[in-house]
């Protein structure tokens, strides 16, 4: 059954959130795209001739919108879609009322999810949705925080994610843009750490969604001065380009990137797990 054969007055009251890269506005070659959808809750069924539920209608739209996403084309899928980053991951629905996700938001979500939060952004649908997504994204983000135990819990996910990507053969940690101590990943932790500390003083820095417009935030309220600002954001800027590179000409070596420097910022601010030599 279409969503499209189910009109409904309840109609437009989905909405499209980016998260990731595509949230950052950040989006590489090789870049999936991260998607959360989030609708209206309310009362009632659809009044087509198959009735359903709000939560099954708005279902079977966002399912609609992903078969258009991931279409194959003669030069392969239009994208890949990645939706994980709902409420609960995998064992969520894909579709999330604004109300649940309000309340998971704040009284569930993992140090990890709210990372991934400070990189959300309304993309499209009901403006509605975005203007509360909105609001409770700032009521999340802008909550009282513990520096050390904020600190302790990113260290402990970016050593987590460093075993295991050394576990995996395919991924060479020490070239590898990404990976690399003091590479994007790092950087991005570190801005992420960085809005997070200071969201409840100075709410402005949640509107930068992307990593460098984070930093350029962090460094106006005086959490990086300006030598850490000028190591991360250079670094994170010749990182990409070589990403985009290697995607483009895989065969091809590039010149050598030096990410000492913001390996030093990490290790500063989060400990060993991204230290240089």
């Not at 959300?120 to 925080?145: K, P, T």
């Not at 590039?254 to 290790?267: Q, Y």
């Amino acid at each position: 059954a279409d969503a499209d054969h189910e009109a409904t007055d309840f109609q437009g009251a989905l909405a499209v959130i980016g998260y990731g890269s595509l949230g950052a506005g950040e989006l590489g070659y090789d870049s999936d795209l991260d998607i959360v959808f989030l609708f209206e809750s309310q009362v009632g069924e659809s009044d087509g001739p198959r009735p359903l539920p709000v939560e099954r209608y708005y279902a079977r739209l966002a399912q609609r919108v992903l078969s258009f996403l991931t279409v194959m084309t003669p030069s392969g899928r239009l994208y890949d879609v990645d939706t994980r980053l709902r409420p609960n991951g995998r064992a969520g629905s894909l579709v999330s009322s604004i109300t649940a996700f309000r309340e998971y938001q704040l009284n569930e979500a993992w140090t990890w999810e709210l990372q991934a939060l400070t990189r959300a952004r309304y993309l499209a649908g009901s403006h509605d949705v975005a203007v509360q997504f909105n609001r409770i994204r700032q009521e999340v983000l802008c909550r009282e925080r513990d520096e050390a135990a904020l600190a302790a819990d990113l260290r402990d996910m970016r050593e987590k994610m460093s075993r295991e990507h050394e576990a995996n053969a395919h991924i060479d940690r020490a070239l590898s843009p990404k990976h690399r101590p003091g590479g994007l990943i790092d950087i991005e932790f570190i801005a992420q750490q960085g809005v997070l500390a200071t969201a409840r003083l100075y709410p402005r820095v949640i509107q930068a969604t992307g990593t460098l417009a984070q930093l350029r935030e962090l460094e106006s309220v005086a959490w990086i001065d300006a030598g850490e600002y000028a190591a991360l954001t250079t670094t994170a800027e010749q990182l990409r380009q070589a990403r985009m590179m290697k995607t483009l000409a895989p065969r091809e070596t590039g010149p050598e990137i030096d990410t000492r420097a913001a390996a030093r910022v990490f290790a500063a601010r989060l400990g060993k797990s991204g230290d240089a030599e």
